[in-house]
């Protein structure tokens, strides 16, 4: 599946798959609020909750809240879900944010919101490399990266 919209979008190349991202640690182990929705696994693919074993659904994806021990740089980083609604960055068809649309986007789907989204991803890169930049040894800042299926050591 990787890459198989590089003729469409050939500035998108991120560097994780969704499941390396949650399997490496990342989003606490919460990202799939089940206060958002009980029911998250109808927003993604069968395909990527069958690359978890049950245990690690509960410890990588659905949490009943985040710990910093389960992500990668044993930080916690990010903004809350209610700072993401405030922003406009929580679409319908995506209720879980940028990682549930680069879930489905990575699976196969297209919708009216891969440009925006990727101009997202294109705009957090530069940003959060400055940042590394400046403060190399930012745990935080390498979490955020891992979010968002990006390599701090490529920048």
Same mark, same amino acid.
């Given at each position: =599946?990787?890459?198989?919209? /590089? /003729? ?9 798959? $969704?499941?390396?991202?949650?399997? =490496? ?9 089940? #206060?958002?929705? &009980? *029911?998250?696994?109808?927003?993604? &693919? ?5 690359? %978890? ?6 410890? #990588? ?9 389960? *992500?990668?740089?044993?930080? #916690? ?14 679409? &319908?068809?995506? $209720? %879980? ?7 489905? %986007? ?12 990727? /101009? ?5 890169? $530069?940003? #959060? ?6 403060? &190399? *040894? ?5 979490? *955020? ?7 701090? /050591?490529?920048?």
């Amino acid at each position: =599946m990787k890459n198989t919209w /590089k /003729k469409a979008f050939p500035d998108f190349n991120p560097d994780f798959t $969704p499941v390396e991202i949650f399997k =490496m640690g990342a989003f606490g182990g919460a990202y799939f609020d089940t #206060h958002v929705d &009980p *029911n998250w696994q109808i927003w993604v &693919p069968s395909v990527f909750v069958d690359a %978890f074993t049950e245990a690690e659904v509960t410890t #990588h994806l659905t949490r009943s809240s985040a710990d910093k021990k389960i *992500n990668k740089y044993g930080v #916690h980083c990010g903004s809350s879900y209610n700072d993401w609604l405030t922003a406009g960055w929580i679409r &319908p068809e995506d $209720p %879980f944010g940028w990682m549930n649309w680069y879930i489905n %986007f990575y699976y196969g789907r297209r919708s009216d919101d891969d440009q925006r989204q990727i /101009k997202r991803w294109k705009a957090f890169i $530069p940003r #959060h490399a400055g940042i590394l930049k400046a403060y &190399p *040894n930012s745990r935080k800042t390498k979490q *955020n990266m891992l979010h968002w299926a990006v390599d701090y /050591k490529k920048i």
